[in-house]
Nanobody, 116 residues
Framework: QVQLVESGGGLVQAGGSLRLSCAHSGSMFRINAMGWYRQAPGKQRDMVATMTSGGSTNYAESVKGRFTISRDNAKNTMYLQMNSLKPEDTAVYYC??????????WGQGTQVTVSS
């Protein structure tokens, strides 16, 4: 059974940094595209950053220049480095993987809270 397990969330002051990790239970080479999404209370789940198997990245306008998505195939892990955090970045962050088979998988989410 495929599992995605996020970690690294927490409470940070505005202007601070956090790095989220998403451990994938299988090989990263099964993944066609992966990414990070977030959902604030009362709002829909929005894309934050995505990366294709070829390494192309895409970011939400609100995080460009502050967040960086990356992966370590040897560790079967993807990351989201978040710098210059703002209170509006507060949300539950989810990692996502789209397999070449067409299956989609989500992690359980990790809370990020940015205080002003």
């Amino acid at each position: 059974q495929v599992q995605l397990v996020e970690s690294g969330g927490g409470l940070v002051q505005a202007g601070g940094s956090l790095r989220l990790s998403c451990a994938h239970s299988g090989s990263m080479f099964r993944i066609n595209a992966m990414g990070w999404y977030r959902q604030a209370p009362g709002k829909q789940r929005d894309m934050v950053a995505t990366m294709t198997s070829g390494g192309s990245t895409n970011y939400a306008e609100s995080v460009k220049g502050r967040f960086t998505i990356s992966r370590d195939n040897a560790k079967n892990t993807m990351y989201l480095q978040m710098n210059s955090l703002k209170p509006e970045d507060t949300a539950v962050y989810y990692c996502y993987a789209h397999y070449f088979t067409g299956n989609d998988y989500w992690g359980q989410g990790t809370q990020v809270t940015v205080s002003s």
